[in-house]
């Protein structure tokens, strides 16, 4: 059984860091990309970053590049997400997803999922 289990999230000032985590079971790592979603009030899911366990390369949103960092540990299988410089507009539940297909940020395209981690950036 796929099992994903997100956390780290918080309530944090603007220009803060979080460091959100993605526990993953139940799948070959290696054949396996690891991507952070976020849904923000009122908006629909989006790609935020994306990471392919087999050689560890990373994509990332336009909204998030140079702040966000995604990064594996291939022998804990686990997948980071560093955020730093938060803005508010950062503010979303942000879900970690796999799948065995390439870095999407289409979110129909994967289909195992975590229950979600709320990040909170006050102004």
């Known amino acids: 059984e796929v099992q994903l289990q997100a956390s780290g999230g918080g309530l944090v000032q603007a220009g803060g860091s979080l460091r959100l985590s993605c526990k993953a079971s139940?799948?070959?790592?290696?054949?396996?990309?690891i991507a952070w979603f976020r849904q923000a009030p009122g908006k629909e899911r989006e790609g935020v970053s994306c990471i392919r366990n087999r050689d560890g390369t990373p994509y990332y949103a336009d909204s998030v590049k140079g702040r966000f960092t995604i990064s594996s540990d291939n022998a804990k299988n686990m997948v980071y997400l560093q955020m730093n410089s938060l803005k508010p507009e950062d503010t979303a539940v942000y879900y970690c997803?796999?799948?065995?297909?390439?870095?999407?940020?289409?979110?129909?395209?994967?289909?195992?999922w975590g229950q979600g981690t709320l990040v909170t950036v006050s102004s």
């Open positions: 139940g799948f070959t790592w290696e054949d396996s990309v």
């Open positions: 997803a796999a799948d065995t297909l390439a870095c999407s940020a289409v979110e129909e395209l994967f289909d195992h």
